[in-house]
Nanobody, 120 residues
Framework: QVQLVESGGGLVQPGGSLRLSCAAS????????MGWYRQAPGKRRELVAT???????AYAGSVKGRFTISRDGAKNTVYLQMNSLKPEDTAVYYC??????????????WGQGTQVTVSS
């Protein structure tokens, strides 16, 4: 069984910063790509940023230059540093990870989500 536990969401004023964390635990051999997605009310879930096991990153155009994704392999944790936040960044943010089991089987898992609200 695998768990992804997110933390760091909350209420912040426009222009402010937040740092999200997502820690993976449980039974797996390794973690491949990890990422953050978000879903605003009435909208589809969208990709925010991803990072591979080798450290290559990719970002949605709307957050490029403001958000930074990173990971700590030793802690099985991925982070999302969000700066210069805008009201349109308001959403539930979900952590995603692609795991490999000991037998080579690959599977995907989602966190429970953490609310980020940007408002004055």
């Amino acid at each position: 069984q695998v768990q992804l536990v997110e933390s760091g969401g909350g209420l912040v004023q426009p222009g402010g910063s937040l740092r999200l964390s997502c820690a993976a635990s449980g039974s797996f051999f390794s973690i491949n790509a990890m990422g953050w997605y978000r879903q605003a009310p009435g909208k589809r879930r969208e990709l925010v940023a991803t990072i591979t096991s080798g450290g290559s990153t990719a970002y949605a155009g709307s957050v490029k230059g403001r958000f930074t994704i990173s990971r700590d392999g030793a802690k099985n944790t991925v982070y999302l540093q969000m700066n210069s936040l805008k009201p349109e960044d308001t959403a539930v943010y979900y952590c995603n990870a692609n795991f490999q089991a000991g037998d080579g089987y690959e599977f995907e898992y989602w966190g429970q989500g953490t609310q980020v609200t940007v408002s004055s």
